[in-house]
């Protein structure tokens, strides 16, 4: 098993751009999933294959891969978007051995 | 509208046993890799294990290997989770999945069940 790395917390006004990034030595050869929890909520599903975004998630939500970091942009930011974000991707074994990332606090201003 | 509705949770002494199931409505059960991923109090998501759609292989988090076991009934529309040798550290929120078509990620998830090991 292998380790996904996203920065404990990040900061933005209302109405500015929000990134999030989620480093790990496998998302060249894996795909990368982001999930938005809210408190006493369960996790949502908001991005899937790195960058393609599930219905009826809004379209200010957005991902994207480079090598070994993929970024969660959410554009545009509103107060309830403020959450917990989680990276997720799977063992480079070829097994759908589930890794999570550790998560980040995403603070509205 | 696809629902996935735990039970089975609650308060149970450390080396004790406890059996979670998800029922699932709202697609076909039987096409779908599924999973259960738990959550600690105030910590992040700790993928558990995941299962085929025929049942025919199962994953699990080196954690729970040899503890837990996963299964299904796709008569019945059902996961489970069956834990074994409970210890401190499995007390956590457990999340019912249903996953993505190579069972690598979760569309849809349960709103949870509560497990508590403590003496």
């Known amino acids: 098993s292998y380790e996904l790395t996203q920065p404990p917390s990040v900061s933005v006004s209302p109405g500015q751009t929000a990134r999030i990034t989620c480093s790990g030595d496998a998302l060249p050869k894996q795909y990368a999933y982001w999930y938005q929890q809210k408190p006493g909520q369960a996790p949502v599903l908001v991005i899937y294959k790195d960058s393609e975004r599930p219905s009826g998630i809004p379209e200010r939500f957005s991902g994207s891969s480079s090598g070994t970091t993929v970024t969660l942009t959410i554009s545009g930011v509103q107060a309830e978007d403020e959450a917990d974000y989680y990276c997720?991707?799977?063992?480079?074994?070829?097994?759908?051995?589930?890794?999570f990332g550790g998560g980040t606090k995403l603070t509205v201003l | 509208e696809v629902q996935l509705v735990e039970s089975g949770g609650g308060l149970v002494q450390p080396g004790g046993s406890l059996r979670l199931s998800c029922a699932a409505s709202g697609f076909t059960f039987s096409s779908y890799w599924m999973s259960w991923v738990r959550q600690a109090p105030g910590k992040g998501l700790e993928w558990v294990a995941n299962?085929?759609?025929?049942?025919?292989?199962?994953y699990y988090v080196d954690s729970v290997k040899g503890r837990f076991t996963i299964s299904r009934d796709n008569a019945k529309n059902s996961l489970y989770l069956q834990m074994n040798s409970l210890r401190a550290e499995d007390t956590a929120v457990y999340y019912c999945a249903r996953c993505g078509a190579e069972g690598d990620y979760a569309i849809n998830w349960g709103q949870g069940t509560l497990v508590t090991v403590s003496s």
């Open positions: 299962i085929k759609q025929d049942g025919s292989e199962k």
């Open positions: 997720q991707s799977a063992d480079s074994s070829g097994t759908p051995e589930v890794v």
